[in-house]
């Protein structure tokens, strides 16, 4: 019934904890497929073993190309009606995968989406393990809402792609970027655009656990650059006289993180290609920008000042986002 999807990169402390989370969940109409992503460590081995403790386990090796590619090829080889991802340095609690099942057979969903607890290195929670366990049902443009310009805590429940369960249908031929860091927020930004509704409900049952290591705390400019290259590149899934609600919620979000990313990215050596692209963007883009009636007039006047003096960027955005 559900592929749950594993991508693999030298999580040798973690993986088998990770793996046997798996193992205990209650709804157990599953296959998980591993996808060794070139790994220098023991983690290939620890795949390799465990299928032998749990055939619906399976293993991929492949040369090592990052997350994105990892979760191609995992989507390419399932077989399940749905499918889930799940960080292989990450645990879940027993009852997530039936927890999102519930959710989307329920609500007829497309997208089942639950929350999250962080956690440290070690597995221990670190914040607040329950939320609103209400079940909303919202549309599509309404989550790139929350992704884009949401609390600091939905813009990483509705971007990441894990812990949520995804219809087959939906994603059978979206495939996940090759970005060093951004790859989740383009690939759900696809596939909201493509469901009928999303089901959330604040359950948190997902332990995301906080690496000092992993790319996704790893705030220095090549991530910043690639997370901007992941928002502007989304321009490729628009026709150019499309003019929807998404189409105008995307160039809100990549005018405000030209302005915004810009100082971060200044003196490094990222900042020329940084600056060609800007350029490339405003000059196809500034005339359908400016006119785009969904966009207030100040947000308009804010971003334009903002190209024009950096320094300030960083402090007017803060609070709903970059």
Known sequence: MISIIVPVYNVEAFLLECLESITAQTFSDFEAI????????????????????????????????????????????????????????????????????????????DVAVTGHVRADEQGNPVDQAYGAEGIQIISGSDSVSKCFFGTPYERIVFSVAWAKLYSREIIHSLRAGSYYSGQDLNFNFQVYQRVSSVAFQDVRKYYWRQRSSSITHADNSRQQYWR???????????????????????????????????????????????????????????????????????????????????????????????
């Open 34 to 109: 591993l996808v060794d992503d070139g790994s220098t460590d023991s983690s290939g081995k620890i795949c390799d073993d465990y299928p032998l403790k749990d055939n619906r386990f399976r293993v991929i090796h492949q040369p090592n190309a990052g997350l994105g590619p990892a979760r191609n090829t995992g989507i390419e080889a399932s077989s399940g009606q749905y499918v889930m991802f799940v960080d292989s340095d990450d645990v879940i609690a027993p009852t997530l995968v039936e927890t999102l099942f519930n959710l989307l057979i329920s609500s007829s969903a």
């Open 228 to 322: 901007f290259l992941s928002i502007a590149d989304l321009d490729g899934v628009f026709s150019h006289d499309e003019r929807t609600s998404f189409r105008s919620l995307y160039l809100r979000k990549l005018y405000r993180v030209m302005s915004t990313i810009r100082l971060h990215l200044a003196g490094t050596e990222y900042y020329d290609a940084f600056k060609r692209k800007c350029r490339q963007i405003r000059s196809s883009y500034n005339t359908e920008y400016l006119k785009d009636r969904n966009i207030s007039l100040k947000e308009k006047i804010v971003t334009c000042l903002l190209w024009t003096f950096p320094g300030i960027g960083h402090v007017i955005f803060r609070i709903s986002g970059n």
